[in-house]
């Protein structure tokens, strides 16, 4: 978007040849199909479905309508910092054009092994671009920060060499489509439907369930099936006075006992989000988090909703 309002070259969608005909009969909507030149664009919005059940609207507005509103000095300022910024970004584009490493495909997280359990539980940790020109985190992290309620907890699982993994996952309650019949029998078990449909709030409810599925699922590093994949294989089951408990399917398993999720408190609802690779539809506001780690005994919990 930065790009087209700066040539005010509007590109077109070549395969838009089949627009639905609820998005037609809107007079205000345009679908072309091929570039078209403008002389001056001022603002542009960017609509993003992510692939999960979070989506986004972003408007920019050409820059010429920030700068017109500075001062000189703080335009002259602007404009120091800018040009070596420029030119560090001209020297990157013709060097990845030249050497065809454009795109470069992630082989490694940003932390050594040695750094994971350290950077997981520091949230100032930060990447910065090093030597090699990959973005790493520093040998030194911040220290003397705040921990949380579960930290010792976290921790203490994470030293266990039967802990292979940690997953997370939030989920935005009000998004959550507990009313798609299809979409709740291919991913909840009965019980769990059963459970859900009593609680409160049911929708709240389910959208807790999701969230510990997914960090399951995650913490198990398996790989994805995509957008198709059924969660229904994964069940989370309510043990009383304790956290959530995470029956995980055979097919997961690799060697006998077969790997499960250990639990931590559930935590509070939150504002944040993170989006999963299943797409979802619906309105928005409180959210559900859910935090896993893997472990090896039969049975697994992981913290969820209601």
């Not at 001056?40 to 972003?58: H, N, P, R, Y």
Request: proline letters at 10%; hydrophobic letters at 40%.
């Amino acid at each position: 978007m930065m790009q087209v309002l700066a040539d005010a070259l509007v590109p077109g969608n070549f395969n838009a040849d089949n627009i639905a005909p609820e998005l037609r009969k809107n007079a205000h909507l345009f679908f072309p199909s091929k570039p078209i030149q403008h002389v001056k664009l001022e603002a542009g919005m960017i609509t993003s479905f992510g692939f999960g059940q979070v989506g986004g609207d972003c408007l920019i507005l050409h820059p010429r309508h920030l700068f017109a509103a500075l001062d000189p000095a703080h335009f002259a300022a602007y404009a120091a910092k800018r040009a070596p910024r420029a030119r560090k970004s001209y020297l990157y584009s013709s060097e990845a054009l030249i050497t065809n490493s454009l795109v470069r495909i992630k082989e490694h997280p940003q932390y050594t092994p040695e750094q994971e359990l350290d950077v997981l539980l520091n949230p100032l940790a930060r990447t910065s671009l090093d030597k090699k020109g990959e973005y790493s985190v520093a040998s030194k992290l911040p220290t003397a920060l705040p921990k949380a309620a579960n930290h010792g907890a976290l921790q203490l699982a994470l030293k266990n060499p039967a802990v292979a993994g940690v997953g997370v996952d939030t989920e935005l309650i009000s998004e959550f489509p507990y009313w798609n019949q299809a979409f709740v029998e291919k991913n909840f078990t009965p019980l769990e439907i059963a459970h859900c449909s009593k609680q409160p709030s049911p929708q709240a409810s389910f959208a807790g369930r999701w969230a510990a599925k997914e960090a399951a699922f995650k913490a198990m590093g398996v790989e994805s099936k995509g957008a198709a994949a059924q969660l229904k294989d994964i069940e989370i089951k309510c043990i009383p006075l304790s956290a959530r408990s995470c029956q995980l399917p055979s097919v997961l398993e690799t060697d006998p006992p077969p790997p499960t999720c250990a639990g931590l408190p559930r935590p509070a609802p939150s504002s944040s989000s993170q989006p999963s690779s299943r797409r979802r539809t619906a309105p928005r506001r409180s959210t559900s988090r859910s935090r896993t780690t893997r472990s090896l005994p039969r049975t697994s919990s992981a913290a969820g909703g209601p």
